[in-house]
């Protein structure tokens, strides 16, 4: 009995030592250089993204590194250019031969030049299939592939997904300009399609394996609470080939970028990368280069494939609010909707006021959130939707 008392005296101590610790986060800006993108060696064109570190807390999310010089270079010293066709964003179409070896040049405006290691081309294996499960309360998302030459072994996996979505009030105004105008046919503010990428890095390897087959591979989870599934789902499903060491550079990004917090988990560490600063050796760079082709996957999923007793949020709040003001007080509609915070959801309503050559006005609106689509994604149907 003596021992479970020193035992519960001695957890309460400890307990009462733990002190909260927040530690010190800093404000420096180290500018680093990130270089993310794939030199595509099928049809598809070769897409660079070039930005630069933020502060933790930084009001700016992404610094796009523009006026770059970005060339693509094999071992036969053939030299093809990338444009930049967005800030930051520099591609080309280049349909490059898979039998040779590659790598990236970069040369940024303040001077310095970034040089890749030549890469051997990897191109990946076609996708057998992206299907859906549903468990009652999601939609989890698998893709199945295989590699009958057993020469892949490492994979790598990204999404876009794409839904349509109807706005919770219908209503044939829009704010523009400053104003309140009726919508017109460029002006769609009730059916939209919302776009999303995936944000978690999607790995697998069959270097274990006697077969060279991925399947089940978890792609993502799509919970049925989710506007997502409310009418129909679309994703793209892209399918990269890796090497041991580009393989190897992934399970490091992802050990340091999802898996930290408790103290369990792995100290972070810089991930090996194979693209270095010929100019400034001592100058960080972040990204990993690598070569092959891109297969994929796209499927819908339509409301009707499955059975849920409820799908999408709750906009409930939704629910339209009624002004009734006289003529002369607001023209032509109250600040409260002026300003765009809300829209109207039906025509305006004059009546007369006996003995008065007023008249009062009533109006129903609603958030612009709840109104107009456009805030969330676009109305132009996208080219692949069925």
Same mark, same amino acid.
């Given at each position: 009995?003596?021992?479970?008392?020193?035992?519960?005296?001695?957890?309460?101590?400890?307990?009462?030592?733990? #002190?909260?610790?927040?530690?010190?986060? &800093?404000?420096?800006?180290?500018?680093?250089?990130?270089?993310?993108?794939?030199?595509?060696?099928?049809?598809?064109?070769?897409?660079?993204?070039?930005?630069?570190?933020?502060?933790?807390?930084?009001?700016?999310?992404?610094?796009?590194?523009?006026?770059?010089?970005?060339?693509?270079?094999?071992?036969?010293?053939?030299?093809?250019?990338?444009?930049?066709?967005?800030?930051?964003?520099?591609?080309?179409?280049?349909?490059? @031969?898979?039998?040779? #070896?590659?790598?990236?040049?970069?040369?940024?405006? @303040?001077?310095?030049?970034?040089?890749?290691?030549?890469?051997?081309?990897? @191109?990946?294996?076609?996708?057998?299939?992206?299907?859906?499960?549903?468990?009652?309360?999601?939609?989890?998302?698998?893709?199945?592939?295989?590699?009958?030459?057993?020469?892949?072994?490492?994979?790598?996996?990204?999404?876009?997904?794409?839904?349509?979505?109807?706005?919770?009030?219908?209503?044939?105004?829009?704010?523009?300009?400053?104003?309140?105008?009726?919508?017109? =046919?460029?002006?769609?503010?009730?059916?939209?399609?919302?776009?999303? &990428?995936?944000?978690?890095?999607?790995?697998?390897?069959?270097?274990?394996?006697?077969? %060279?087959?991925?399947?089940?591979?978890?792609? &993502?989870?799509?919970?049925?609470?989710?506007?997502?599934?409310?009418?129909?789902?679309?994703?793209?499903?892209?399918?990269?080939?890796?090497?041991?060491?580009?393989?190897?550079?992934?399970?490091?990004?992802? #050990?340091?970028?999802?898996?930290?917090?408790?103290?369990?988990?792995?100290?972070?560490?810089?991930?090996?990368?194979?693209?270095?600063?010929?100019?400034?050796?001592?100058?960080?760079?972040?990204?990993?280069?690598?070569?092959?082709?891109?297969?994929?996957?796209?499927?819908?999923? %339509?409301?009707?494939?499955?059975?849920?007793?409820?799908?999408?949020?709750?906009?409930?709040?939704?629910?339209?609010?009624?002004?009734?003001?006289?003529?002369?007080?607001?023209?032509?509609?109250? %600040?409260?909707?002026?300003?765009?915070?809300?829209?109207?959801?039906?025509?305006?309503?004059?009546?007369?006021?006996?003995?008065?050559?007023?008249?009062?006005?009533?109006?129903?609106?609603?958030?612009? =959130?709840?109104? @107009?689509?456009?805030?969330?994604?676009?109305?132009? #149907?996208?080219?692949?939707?069925?």
């Amino acid at each position: 009995m003596k021992h479970y008392i020193y035992l519960f005296t001695l957890v309460c101590i400890m307990m009462s030592c733990k #002190k909260p610790y927040n530690p010190p986060v &800093t404000t420096t800006n180290y500018n680093y250089l990130v270089i993310e993108g794939l030199i595509n060696t099928g049809q598809d064109s070769t897409i660079y993204k070039l930005s630069r570190t933020v502060p933790i807390g930084s009001a700016i999310a992404n610094s796009p590194e523009s006026g770059a010089t970005v060339t693509i270079e094999n071992d036969k010293s053939n030299v093809y250019a990338l444009k930049e066709i967005r800030k930051g964003i520099y591609a080309a179409g280049l349909n490059l @031969d898979t039998t040779h #070896k590659y790598r990236l040049r970069v040369k940024t405006t @303040d001077g310095k030049e970034y040089l890749s290691d030549f890469v051997q081309a990897k @191109d990946s294996p076609t996708i057998d299939s992206v299907q859906y499960e549903y468990t009652g309360n999601a939609e989890n998302i698998y893709s199945y592939t295989h590699d009958p030459k057993n020469n892949t072994r490492y994979y790598r996996w990204e999404y876009q997904e794409t839904y349509l979505y109807y706005s919770p009030v219908p209503s044939y105004y829009i704010f523009k300009n400053n104003s309140i105008v009726p919508t017109n =046919a460029d002006d769609e503010t009730q059916v939209c399609y919302i776009s999303d &990428t995936s944000s978690t890095i999607l790995l697998n390897s069959t270097a274990k394996l006697v077969q %060279d087959v991925i399947y089940k591979n978890p792609i &993502t989870v799509v919970p049925i609470t989710l506007d997502k599934l409310k009418v129909r789902y679309s994703i793209l499903v892209k399918q990269y080939a890796l090497t041991a060491d580009a393989y190897n550079y992934y399970q490091n990004l992802k #050990k340091d970028t999802e898996n930290l917090g408790s103290i369990f988990d792995a100290q972070p560490s810089a991930a090996a990368t194979n693209i270095h600063c010929i100019s400034n050796p001592g100058v960080p760079v972040l990204g990993y280069i690598a070569a092959g082709s891109v297969s994929q996957e796209r499927i819908f999923i %339509d409301r009707s494939d499955f059975y849920a007793a409820s799908v999408g949020v709750d906009y409930s709040y939704c629910g339209g609010a009624v002004i009734t003001y006289k003529a002369t007080q607001r023209t032509p509609y109250p %600040d409260i909707i002026t300003i765009g915070t809300d829209i109207p959801t039906d025509s305006l309503v004059a009546a007369p006021i006996l003995g008065s050559k007023d008249s009062l006005f009533t109006i129903q609106y609603a958030t612009a =959130a709840c109104v @107009d689509c456009t805030l969330k994604g676009s109305n132009k #149907k996208p080219a692949f939707w069925k």
